[in-house]
């Protein structure tokens, strides 16, 4: 079965600091891999997501994650953080569908970015 | 980008009643929607994938009796759960691809529902 792995609960960063928020996965066969960020009662937003080809993916608001197969690891990264980038980040693996049913969507346990001024 | 409608985003009910919770795309048609539930301060759990014109497939260990999935058109799902209780108080998130037959695609999210049973 695919999982995700996001092995710290918090990132504390001072704004205008880069940051790097970590994920490894697990996965049989290719990994869709995917990186959302929720803000606080609201639903999650799409950020990047890696599919195939260039390791280093950009994405939304400034936001890039580096897919590396050898370690397993898909970290989201931006090299100058923003007070209003705090929020819960969540690493995603997609499970391969069965037909025309799509692949399930499965969650690592999320890490509450903060920037502080 | 696609756009998941999610109503109502908070409610508030009596213990021992329903509650519908819809989930509409709204600018595109979605053959498949996710539900999830997520708990304070924890990950989101995948409750069950909704199929249009058929029945839901639930995860392991969620009542298909105690949350009614249905997803009659391309664009609406609905979530109905059934005889709540405190226990069921919780942030409810359905998901939605715009992707037909394809893994590749991203999953566009609600705003989510926060349930709260008296």
């Known amino acids: 079965a695919q999982s995700v792995a996001q092995p710290e609960d918090q990132v504390n960063v001072a704004e205008g600091n880069p940051l790097t928020v970590k994920c490894t996965y697990s996965v049989s066969g290719n990994p869709y891999l995917f990186w959302y960020v929720q803000y606080p009662n609201r639903g999650l937003q799409f950020l990047l997501k890696y599919i195939t080809g260039d390791n280093l993916v950009k994405g939304s608001y400034g936001f890039e994650a580096e897919f590396n197969k050898s370690q397993t690891s898909f970290h989201l990264k931006k090299p100058s953080a923003l007070v209003s980038d705090s929020a819960l980040y969540f690493c995603?693996?997609?499970?391969?569908?069965?037909?025309?049913?799509?692949?399930?969507?499965?969650f690592g346990r999320g890490t509450q970015l903060t920037v502080w001024p | 980008g696609a756009v998941v409608s999610q109503h109502p985003s908070r409610v508030i009910c009596k213990s021992g009643t329903s509650v519908k919770i819809e989930c509409r795309s709204l600018d595109f048609q979605a053959t498949t929607m996710f539900w999830y539930r997520q708990f304070p301060k924890q990950s989101l759990m995948l409750m069950a994938t909704s199929n249009e014109g058929s029945k839901a497939t639930y995860e392991q260990g969620v009542e298909k009796d105690k949350f009614l999935i249905n997803h009659a058109s391309l664009t609406l799902s609905t979530l109905t759960v059934t005889s709540a209780h405190p226990e069921d108080s919780s942030f409810y998130i359905c998901?939605?691809?715009?992707?037909?037959?394809?893994?590749?695609?991203?999953?566009?999210f609600g705003e989510g529902s926060r349930l709260t049973v008296l």
């Open positions: 998901s939605a691809s715009r992707s037909r037959g394809r893994d590749t695609g991203e999953l566009f």
């Open positions: 995603a693996v997609r499970d391969k569908g069965r037909g025309s049913t799509l692949g399930r969507l499965y």
